[in-house]
């Protein structure tokens, strides 16, 4: 069985910094995406990571977002900086093989 948990989340002021993680159970990573969806928006891609190792970044967040895994741990992560009160949602990690979604977490940022 296949599964997915988000962690990391949580209230930040802004210009702070959160580091979510994704940890997989049951298959071996290769291209994860990271979701968010905010209160009365739709759900939208924020990051990428693929099998080659390489990235994809929404514009929204370009430069302040970084997405990377650890194989070994089998877990992915998205280092997220500069944070502003627009990127408050509940982000969701999602293997795009096999269309898998972990519960999610919440970020809040907020003065």
């Known amino acids: 069985q296949v599964q997915l948990v988000e962690s990391g989340g949580g209230l930040v002021q802004p210009g702070g910094s959160l580091k979510l993680s994704c940890a997989v159970s049951?298959?071996?990573?290769?291209?994860v995406y990271w979701y968010r969806q905010a209160p009365g928006k739709q759900r939208e891609v924020v990051a990428r990571?693929?099998?080659?190792?390489?990235?994809w970044y929404a514009d929204s967040v370009k430069g302040r977002l970084a997405i990377f895994r650890d194989s070994a741990k089998n877990t992915a992560y998205l280092q997220m900086d500069n944070l502003k009160p627009d990127d408050s949602a509940d982000y969701y990690c999602?293997?795009?093989?096999?269309?898998?979604w972990g519960q999610g977490t919440h970020v809040s940022v907020s003065s």
């Open positions: 999602n293997l795009p093989l096999g269309d898998y």
């Open positions: 049951g298959i071996g990573i290769e291209s």
């Open positions: 990571i693929f099998a080659s190792g390489s990235t």
